[in-house]
């Protein structure tokens, strides 16, 4: 074999959705730009009404991937998950957040979007778009 050869490694196969794999281990400019992308709901809101910080904080975040606390990270994830299933299930981001902003009967006449502040909210939200 000459020295100029050049040996190559196998390519690794990636699996469809692979870079969609989120975890408590995701870089949080990545999480906040993909629930900035799916929601379609302004920085102004997600920083104040769901994870209750400044816009510039959660700017901040997305724009130098400064690292959310723990806490955080686990929220963005499932309301991830929960924005994921309404949008399975209403199949726009408008119509998800037109049903986001009136009562549910199912969450004891909470307003969803005003419960999406605590892990707890969003978890039931989930819990109730999976029996709709």
Do not use: C, Q
């Amino acid at each position: 074999m000459s020295k100029s050869a050049v040996i190559e490694r196998p390519k690794k196969k990636s699996t469809p959705g692979a870079s969609d794999k989120l975890s408590m281990n995701s870089s949080s400019s990545f999480v906040l730009r993909k629930i900035i992308a799916l929601s379609g709901l302004p920085v102004t809101f997600l920083a104040e009404k769901v994870f209750e910080v400044t816009p510039k904080t959660l700017t901040k975040y997305r724009d130098h991937n400064t690292k959310f606390p723990a806490l955080l990270m686990e929220h963005s994830l499932k309301f991830l998950e929960m924005y994921k299933t309404g949008l399975e299930l209403f199949g726009t981001s408008d119509k998800f957040n037109s049903w986001l902003s009136k009562p549910g009967i199912g969450l004891g006449f909470d307003i969803p979007a005003d419960i999406m502040n605590t892990y707890r909210g969003v978890e039931r939200i989930f819990e109730e778009l999976k029996r709709i």
